[in-house]
């Protein structure tokens, strides 16, 4: 009989306390883990010393490289900038002035930040050349970061055009955004939670891309159980979600 340990909650940047856990959870052999991995080799560690003991470690909606984790399941962040760069082109007419809000641009960012802000940008440039693409923002996650910064933005940069938010404190962007009176900024952003939805409905977040969360959990309960009870392996290691392209026409 399969028992579920309790669900474990840490800072998205406690690289330490998350290693902790992964090698506590091994040492008490359970049989399976899903984790959402910070993007450290502490935790790229931690994870193969589960696998070698024969313990499946899904990821899930965050991907770590170098790892030997049994799958991935989540969203191709890489794809999602494609398709928020394209978008973005078609909203200001292929020509304007943007930025990419993400998180930590270092190697503890969750990995889906990155490579959507790389997807957004190979499309923008191949594509729309006349849109001027500003250096990268950095907020680690922290609401008080991110409402600063935006505040910057507004005031510094007076014709901006586009701002896209890789990663969280969409909330703080969007209040900052609906405080400024700026209305022609198009804010493209990533997931369905309910503030990112209120923000839509207000006008104030063009469009979001959602990654399909409850059926990444899901589906990682799934995989795993079939590994654990019938010994099946996925059909590959990466099982991307679908990209949900929301607009406030869709709510």
Do not use: W
């Not at 959402?36 to 770590?64: G, K, L, Q, W």
């Not at 969203?75 to 760069?85: I, L, R």
């Not at 990663?167 to 009176?181: M, N, P, T």
């Amino acid at each position: 009989m399969l028992h579920e340990s309790p669900r474990a909650v840490i800072a998205y940047s406690d690289v330490q306390r998350q290693a902790g856990l992964l090698d506590k959870y091994r040492e008490e052999k359970v049989d399976g883990i899903i984790l959402s991995p910070i993007n450290a080799h502490e935790i790229v560690e931690a994870i193969d010393r589960c696998t070698e003991e024969r313990i499946p470690v899904v990821t899930v909606n965050s991907d770590i490289k170098g790892s030997r984790r049994f799958c991935f399941i989540g969203q191709d962040g890489y794809k999602a900038g494609k398709v928020a760069a394209r978008f973005m082109g078609e909203f200001l007419n292929g020509k304007g002035r943007t930025v990419v809000i993400t998180s930590d641009g270092d190697e503890h960012q969750s990995f889906p930040f990155g490579t959507r802000e790389g997807g957004f940008r190979t499309v923008i440039t191949e594509a729309y050349p006349q849109i001027q693409m500003l250096p990268s923002v950095t907020t680690k996650e922290d609401p008080v970061i991110m409402r600063r910064e935006m505040q910057r933005i507004l005031q510094e940069e007076k014709d901006i055009d586009g701002i896209l938010v890789t990663c969280g404190c969409v909330r703080a962007a969007g209040e900052e955004l609906k405080a400024s009176g700026r209305r022609g900024v198009r804010l493209i952003c990533y997931e369905d939670y309910p503030e990112i939805l209120e923000l839509m409905r207000e006008d104030v977040v063009t469009m979001t891309l959602g990654s399909g969360l409850k059926d990444q959990g899901k589906r990682s309960i799934e995989v795993l159980l079939d590994k654990l009870i019938y010994d099946k392996n996925p059909y590959r290691k990466h099982l991307y979600s679908e990209i949900h392209v929301m607009v406030k026409e869709s709510l």
